[in-house]
């Protein structure tokens, strides 16, 4: 039941923001992206958006301020789609110029 308080907690105090949710936006921001901007020839597999959750899971024993440490390892699967989303903004803006 603790553990659940901690996950209550992150949205209670400034250091839960920002060691914990904003990682977590962060993390998740790819995806979402993904399913409003659609990119031809892009390929990933939707499984993967659980991997910052499960980390999340994980970091509950540990305190809510890990949850972000947690999160950001998973870093090298996010990073990459979120760049071709950036990439593909940038091509859109410049077409429009």
């Known amino acids: 039941m603790s553990a659940l308080y901690r996950v209550y907690?992150?949205?209670?105090?400034?250091s839960g923001y920002s060691n914990t949710v904003m990682p977590l936006v962060f993390a998740t921001l790819p995806?979402?992206?993904?399913?409003?901007?659609?990119?031809d020839n892009f390929y990933f597999s939707k499984i993967?958006?659980?991997i910052p959750f499960?980390?999340?899971?994980?970091?509950?024993?540990?305190?809510?301020?890990?949850?972000g440490r947690y999160i950001i390892y998973s870093m090298p699967l996010w990073t990459p789609i979120f760049s071709v989303?950036?990439?593909?903004?940038?091509?859109?803006?410049?077409?429009?110029?």
Do not use: Q
Request: aromatic share 18%; charged share 15%.
């Open 48 to 50: 993967e958006m659980l």
């Open 9 to 14: 907690s992150m949205f209670l105090s400034p």
């Open 54 to 67: 499960s980390l999340l899971f994980f970091s509950l024993g540990g305190g809510m301020e890990n949850g």
């Open 31 to 39: 995806y979402i992206l993904t399913f409003f901007n659609k990119i």
């Open 85 to 97: 989303h950036i990439f593909s903004f940038i091509k859109k803006l410049s077409a429009k110029i």
